[in-house]
C-alpha cells in the first residue's frame, strides 16, 4: 500500500514547487472537499495570511466567503467553482465578486477556471482551482465608467464587431436630446454619424479596421428634426475585452450660432452704415487710414471712394485745422472718445464744411479701428452767424426796444456764441456800473469822458476792463447782457451827471 502511495506523493510535492511560484492564484484540493494546500498568491487574492483562512474545505470556504456574479446577484449553494468542481464539473473562466463575510463592503474580483489532474489510473490525483485575480481591471473598468457617465463632454461607445453603441453619456444626450434608449443598442449608421461629414467614407472605413479617427467637423441629426454642428473623434478602447471605439465630441453649435448671428450683425451694420444720411467713415487706428467710408462722406467732402480708401486724412489734407486733427488722433489713441468736436473739413473743390465730428475706438475683423461720424453745420453756422450780425446791427440801439424783446435777441445771441457770462450786476464795482449806464444810454467814449469828468483814456481802459469782466467784446453785446439782468441804468449815475 505504501509503495502505491509514494509516487503520488512525490507528484503532489513537484507539482506545488511548480506552481508556488506562479503569478496565479493555486488551490489544490483533496477528492474528498479539503482544501490541502493554497500558494502565496492565492492567500495573496483572499487577503489572509494562513490556508487555515480558506475554511479548511467547500463547505468552510462558503461560511468564510460570500461570492456574487458580476449583477450583483449572490451565487446559489452548490453554485460556487469549488462546489462545482468537487462534483466533477469544468468551470471555465467564472468571474465572480468575492467578499469576506464578515465584510460585505469589501470586494475584489475573481476569474475562476477548475484544472483536474488524475494519476496513471485514472484515479482523481489533484483537484485544481486557478484563480486570476481582476480586481485592477474591474476597479479601473468602474472609474472609467464613473469619468465617463459624468464627463460633461458628450461621448458614446460603440463595439467594433457590430458597430452598435452600448455606452452614451449624460453629455451626448443634453446636446442631442437623444434618450439613452434610443441610442443603446444602435448602429453607427441608424444615428447617422458620420452621415453629414466631409470625410464621413475615411472614418467609417478608419472604424471598421479600429483605427484611430482623428477630429473632424459633422453634423449630427437631432430626433426633433435639424441637424448639430460638431468636431468629433474615436479612439479605440476594450470594454470588458471587447474592441470597441470611444467616440468624443466638441459641440460647435454655439461658436456656428454665434457665427451666424455675427455675420448678421455685420451684414446690418454694414446697411445702416452705408446707407446712413450722416456722413461716416472707418479708418484702422494704429495709422488712421482709411478703409471705408459711406455715400454721405463722399458728398460732403467732394473725393471718389477709391480717392479715400487706403489714404489718412492727413495725405487729403482734409482737416484745416493741423493742430486740432492731431490731438483727435491722440485723444483716440489714449481711448478717449470724442463728442462733437467743432472741425472745418476742406473740401476737394476747394469749399470748407464746419462739422461736428464724434469717434470711437471699436474692434472689426480682431483689428482695432476708429468709426468717425460727422455733422455738417455749415448752414446752421452761416445762419446763426447772420442773425448775430442782424442782433448786434439792431442792438446798437435798444432804447426803442420793450423788455421782452431784448431778452428774446439775448437769448439768441447767447445760444449761438455758446457763451455764457461769468460775472453778475453784483461784481461789477461803482464805476463799472456807472460805464455800464451810459452805455446802455447810448453815449459814446467821448460823451461819458465829459459826462464822468474823465479823460478818454480813462473812459477806454475802464470800458475794457468792464467787457473782460463780463464777457463780451463790444458795445452792443454790454447792452445784451446789462437788460437781460434787469439793468437800465438809470440808478447808477450819480446826481448831478445825467446825460445829455
Not at 466567503?65 to 473562466?93: C, M, Q, S, W
Not at 470597441?244 to 452704415?273: G, I, P, V, Y
Not at 467784446?473 to 438809470?490: K, L, P, Q, Y
Request: with cysteine; aromatic share 6%; glycine share 6%.
Amino acid at each position: 500500500m505504501s509503495d502505491g502511495l509514494q509516487p503520488l506523493n512525490v507528484n503532489r510535492n513537484v507539482l506545488r514547487e511548480l506552481v508556488s511560484g506562479l503569478s496565479d492564484g493555486i488551490v489544490l484540493l483533496d477528492p474528498d472537499g479539503t482544501i490541502s494546500w493554497a500558494n502565496s498568491a492565492a492567500l495573496r487574492m483572499h487577503r489572509i495570511s494562513t490556508i487555515e483562512e480558506l475554511g479548511g474545505d467547500a463547505a468552510g470556504y462558503r461560511q468564510a466567503f460570500t461570492l456574487r456574479y458580476r449583477n450583483n446577484h449572490l451565487l446559489a449553494e452548490g453554485e460556487y467553482p469549488i462546489e462545482r468542481l468537487l462534483k466533477g464539473e469544468t468551470v471555465d473562466e467564472v468571474t465572480v465578486e468575492i467578499s469576506p463575510a464578515a465584510d460585505l463592503d469589501l470586494i475584489w474580483v475573481h476569474t475562476v477556471r477548475s484544472l483536474i489532474i488524475a494519476d496513471a489510473g485514472a484515479r482523481l490525483d489533484v483537484l485544481a482551482l486557478i484563480i486570476r485575480d481582476e480586481t485592477p481591471l474591474f476597479e479601473a473598468e468602474e472609474r472609467f465608467e464613473r469619468a465617463f457617465n459624468a464627463n460633461p463632454a458628450p461621448g458614446l461607445i460603440c463595439r467594433l464587431d457590430d458597430l452598435r453603441f452600448i455606452r452614451v453619456n449624460q453629455g451626448f444626450v443634453e446636446m442631442t436630446n437623444y434618450a439613452k434608449e434610443d441610442v443603446i443598442g444602435k448602429t453607427v449608421d441608424d444615428i447617422g454619424l458620420f452621415a453629414n461629414c466631409d470625410s464621413g467614407e475615411d472614418a467609417l472605413a478608419k472604424l471598421a479596421e479600429g483605427r484611430l479617427i482623428r477630429q473632424r467637423e459633422a453634423l449630427i441629426p437631432l430626433p426633433a428634426g435639424g441637424d448639430r454642428l460638431v468636431i468629433i473623434a474615436g479612439e479605440p478602447i476594450a470594454v470588458g475585452e471587447e474592441p470597441c471605439m470611444l467616440f468624443t465630441f466638441a459641440d460647435l453649435d454655439a461658436r456656428r450660432k454665434a457665427q451666424n448671428a455675427l455675420r448678421q450683425s455685420e451684414e446690418r451694420f454694414s446697411k445702416s452704415f452705408r446707407l446712413s444720411p450722416a456722413p461716416a467713415a472707418i479708418s484702422r487706428l494704429d495709422d488712421f487710414v482709411f478703409t471705408e467710408v459711406n455715400d454721405a462722406f463722399v458728398v460732403l467732402s467732394g473725393y471718389s471712394l477709391e480717392e479715400i480708401v487706403g489714404k489718412t486724412a492727413s495725405e487729403l489734407r482734409l482737416w484745416g485745422d493741423v493742430a486740432a486733427r492731431r490731438a483727435m488722433e491722440r485723444k483716440l489713441i489714449d481711448n478717449t472718445p470724442l463728442r462733437d468736436e467743432a472741425m472745418r473739413m476742406k473740401q476737394k473743390n476747394g469749399g470748407n464744411a464746419d462739422c461736428l465730428v464724434s469717434a470711437e475706438r471699436v474692434e472689426i475683423n480682431d483689428q482695432q479701428c476708429v468709426i468717425w461720424s460727422l455733422q455738417d453745420v455749415t448752414e446752421r453756422m452761416r445762419s446763426e452767424a447772420e442773425l448775430v450780425e442782424a442782433i448786434e446791427s439792431v442792438m446798437a440801439d435798444t432804447s426803442w426796444f420793450s423788455r421782452s424783446i431784448v431778452d428774446r435777441l439775448a437769448t439768441l445771441r447767447q445760444v449761438s456764441d455758446g457763451k455764457v457770462p461769468s460775472a453778475q450786476l453784483l461784481d461789477l464795482s461803482d464805476r463799472e456800473r456807472e460805464i455800464l449806464a451810459l452805455i446802455c444810454r447810448g453815449q459814446s467814449d467821448a460823451e461819458m469822458s465829459e459826462t464822468l469828468h474823465l479823460s478818454r483814456n480813462t473812459i477806454r481802459n475802464h470800458v475794457a476792463s468792464l467787457y473782460a469782466k463780463i464777457g463780451v467784446n463790444r458795445r452792443s453785446a454790454a447792452v445784451i447782457w446789462a437788460r437781460e439782468r434787469g439793468f437800465t441804468g438809470m440808478s447808477a449815475i450819480p446826481k448831478g451827471r445825467k446825460p445829455k
